[in-house]
């Protein structure tokens, strides 16, 4: 299976920071990488899919980049809805889809 | 509006059986291959198992193959997770997701929505 790592595993920021995630695959998937937000209590949602392009209704202060095996996500300028936890996904072997271990966000 | 809706989690001891539903609307069922995908308490995310649209292709995390099953009901817009022999390991929250495409086995595709998750606690 593809192993997927996210660093780091946990930050802490301001409102207004740029915050930016990192996402490494254990082998190239070229950009079929997704990134997801999950708020406590709640279900994941998407936020960028095909590594780079926004989902409908997202922010534009969320932005996904990489392809192969190196990803990001940037939050431009933090928001105080923003503090949650983020989880990045491979599809290129799927159905094994794998994801990452999640970055935690929380106020510094 | 497109709405998946979990139920059927709940206490089973180890070695039991549970068996959950997810209901969908706002969409044609039957074009899109689903998923489930749990997590632990505290823990990460964990792919369980897909079943393709027309509900002729199944496949299953290595953790729970040969004990959960996947089905489908399309006249329904009903998703199934038949989970049996079960172990505390299984414990999570259990979410169903829809793919974006109809073959859960083609490369591509994500997770768009999610539902808002059924919790399975295994214990004596």
């Known amino acids: 299976d593809i192993q997927m790592t996210q660093s780091p595993s946990s930050l802490s920021a301001s409102v207004g920071d740029r915050v930016t995630i990192t996402c490494r695959a254990s082998q190239s998937i070229s950009s079929y990488l997704n990134w997801y937000q999950q708020k406590p209590g709640k279900a994941p949602k998407l936020l960028i899919y095909a590594a780079s392009s926004l989902q409908s209704g997202v922010p534009s202060r969320f932005s996904g980049s990489g392809s192969g095996t190196d990803f990001t996500l940037t939050i431009s300028s933090l928001q105080p809805e923003d503090f949650a936890t983020y989880y990045c996904q491979q599809s290129y072997s799927t159905p094994r889809i794998t994801f990452g271990p999640g970055t935690k966000v929380d106020i510094k | 509006e497109v709405q998946l809706v979990e139920s059927g989690g709940g206490l089973v001891q180890p070695g039991g059986s549970l068996r959950l539903s997810c209901a969908a609307s706002?969409?044609?069922?039957?074009?899109?291959?689903m998923s489930w995908v749990r997590q632990a308490p505290g823990k990460g995310l964990e792919w369980v198992s897909a079943?393709?649209?027309?509900?002729?292709?199944?496949y299953y995390a290595d953790s729970v193959k040969g004990r959960f099953t996947i089905s489908r009901d399309n006249s329904k817009n009903t998703l199934y997770l038949q989970m049996n022999s079960l172990r505390a390991e299984d414990t999570a929250v259990y979410y169903c997701?829809?793919?974006?495409?109809?073959?859960?086995?083609?490369?591509?595709?994500?997770?768009?929505?999610w539902g808002q998750g059924t919790l399975v606690t295994v214990s004596s």
């Open positions: 079943i393709s649209g027309s509900g002729g292709s199944t």
């Open positions: 997701a829809k793919n974006t495409i109809a073959a859960a086995g083609t490369r591509g595709g994500w997770f768009d929505p």
């Open positions: 706002g969409f044609t069922f039957s074009s899109y291959a």
